[in-house]
């Protein structure tokens, strides 16, 4: 296929309070990704949107500047973080296509400008036909993270059904980063890596193993068995 497998375990679910140590760790047990999931204030209590708070500790971690920083942005003013985020040393910036409908190119090219490698995202329920213009346009995005989940907590359960949208920009975009992020981890990373994806984002099944190294590897091994196909 011509693309690498990235195993990216999120943040979201380290521990917060050893970030630094956190972030060394998977590092050292074979993530090539850290995911940075930088979240809008929201009015669903069941829903871990912290704001300003998450901005501030995925900062801490991009200061540390020991890995490709995989920043997923669920926020309704993408544009705002790119001059901050590009600062705090973010490799990929990741907007929703959902809030960014009327000025994806400009979000786009502003990306690009400063560094960052630029990606969309979207929701389970968005059709998938809304990012071909994002892949297809002259100022366009490197990879598409097509969310298995509703975005805005850890650990709910994986949606298989997510896995057309996969397979269609797969087929459509043979050399695309398709990302998938939400319930990812060894009882479903076949069906994601056999559908497409090769960026897999990982939380608390990594985070909540007593071996995340074992199953950092399980997961590459997976996609990487899948491209072979």
């Excluded at 071909?132 to 059904?161: A, I, R, S, Y």
């Excluded at 057309?164 to 990302?179: A, M, Q, W």
């Excluded at 319930?183 to 559908?195: E, Q």
Aim: aromatic share 6%.
């Amino acid at each position: 296929m011509g693309v690498a497998a990235k195993i990216a375990p999120s943040m979201l679910s380290s521990d917060f309070a050893n970030l630094a140590s956190e972030a060394h760790r998977m590092i050292q047990d074979g993530a090539d990704w850290l995911h940075m999931d930088i979240m809008a204030l929201c009015p669903k209590s069941n829903t871990r949107c912290a704001g300003d708070s998450e901005f501030e500790k995925a900062y801490r971690v991009m200061l540390l500047d020991i890995a490709y920083l995989d920043c997923h942005l669920m926020v309704t003013n993408p544009l705002d973080y790119v001059e901050p985020l590009a600062k705090a040393g973010a490799s990929g910036f990741t907007f929703h296509v959902e809030v960014s409908k009327d000025n994806w190119q400009e979000l786009v090219h502003r990306i690009k400008s400063k560094g960052m490698t630029p990606g969309v995202a979207l929701k389970p329920g968005t059709p998938i036909e809304e990012v071909f213009p994002l892949v297809e346009g002259e100022t366009h995005v490197d990879m598409v993270l097509v969310m298995t989940v509703e975005p805005g907590f850890g650990g709910q359960k994986f949606m298989p059904e997510t896995m057309d949208k996969v397979r269609t920009l797969r087929k459509k975009y043979p050399s695309l980063n398709i990302e998938v992020d939400g319930g990812l981890g060894p009882s479903t990373i076949d069906i994601a890596a056999s559908a497409g994806a090769n960026c897999i984002v990982a939380g608390s099944s990594v985070f909540g193993d007593p071996d995340p190294a074992k199953v950092i590897s399980l997961l590459r091994t997976s996609v990487e068995e899948s491209q072979k196909k």
